[in-house]
């Protein structure tokens, strides 16, 4: 019953961090065209550099491999629809992602330092200062990357691009975007504000909707789960 409910708790919070990000993946596609008509130093980069994308609400991370090809993880809903290599190497749109997201399909896929970077700003090995971690040798980091390349699992917290560089740069995979995330809602819960909320917003459907299971299950068990965490 505990791994059950805790599957569940993973579940809604991995929603609610998609949810919270939804204005990312909007935002990015104007930039798409941008991305790929910028330049970039990419010899100021060294293989098994960590580049780091500053988005909306998240960052994007890959590892530099050379010749300018970034090794990332991408969530791709194309990939279990097709095996033809063609269409699921090009770019992956914003619906896709998304998608992906959802169905927690993904793969290390490399692609060029513009299409990784979409437009946007790379900071390079920032990673090294915030987590205050020794890293790996450089081309270690790199081959690390290159044998993980091809289709994997994914979960926005507990195996996303974040988790992927970490592990190729320092062997632990971590990521602290989740980790605050989880943060926040571990202090949402704790609010019993948020009990009350949501069970006036849980009687206010049942008022809408009628008993109807739908609308009466979560109107009961999430304010019940919440009480119980906090």
Known sequence: MKNSMLEVVSLLLEKLLLISNLRLFSSSALGEDKG???FYEVNSFLRGDVLEVPRTHLTHYGIYLGDNRVAHLM???LLVLTNDKGRTQKVV????LLLGVIV???SVRVDTVEDFAYGANILVNHLDESLKKKALLNEEVAERAEKLLGLTSYSLLWNNCEHFVTYCRYGTPLSPQAEKFCEIVKIIIRDQRSVLASAL???ASIVCMGLMSYATLPAIFIPFFLWMAG
Do not use: C, E, T, Y
């Open 36 to 38: 790929r008509n910028s």
């Open 104 to 106: 927690k399909v993904a």
């Open 93 to 96: 749109s914003n619906k896709r």
């Open 75 to 77: 969530p791709d809903i």
């Open 201 to 203: 917003l849980g009687l």
